[in-house]
């Protein structure tokens, strides 16, 4: 049961204290896509998503997408995604594989490393199993308008 236990929870990924988790050493960032990001089957990121990603790199930190969501010629989100960001689509969560993989290409360790997500059984589970630092969230920033 330990493994399903997450590292920290918060509210959206918009209540996350970056600047705390840099100060403890972690400095990548793994982020699930559906219900973390945006809501589920999203065809648009939230703008408010889209400007967090874009401060965090700012910031300096590495930061990769992994999902268990299918890539598809016509999914402008992880095209779009993919285009600026490291990113693994149809990762087959809690697997170690996709974890490892992404922190391989981002060129970091998993101890310097966290998971944002919002499922115990995919996203926490799977980065407790690798040694990152899990976050798990409530709920995802929606589309505006």
């Known amino acids: 049961m330990r493994f399903l236990q997450p590292c920290e929870t918060a509210a959206s990924v918009l209540g996350i204290d970056y ?7 972690i400095h990548g960032l793994l982020f699930d896509l559906d219900r973390t990001l945006g809501p589920a089957h999203m065809a648009v990121l939230p703008h408010a998503s889209e400007a967090l990603l874009s401060r965090l790199e700012v910031q ?3 930061i990769g997408i992994l999902t268990n969501r299918r ?6 989100v992880i095209r779009s995604l993919a285009q600026r960001f490291p990113t693994l689509d149809h990762a087959r ?5 996709g974890f490892n993989r992404l922190l391989a ?3 970091m360790d998993a101890s310097a490393t966290a ?3 919002n499922s115990r059984l995919t996203d926490v589970w799977g980065a407790n199993r690798v040694g990152m630092h ?12």
């Open 19 to 25: 600047e705390r988790l840099r100060e403890s050493g």
């Open 60 to 62: 300096g930190f590495r």
């Open 71 to 76: 890539w598809s010629s016509d999914d402008p």
């Open 93 to 97: 969560k809690p697997r170690r594989a």
């Open 105 to 107: 290409q981002l060129r």
């Open 115 to 117: 998971m944002i997500g």
């Open 134 to 145: 899990s976050i798990l969230v409530r709920s995802a920033p929606q589309i505006e308008g």
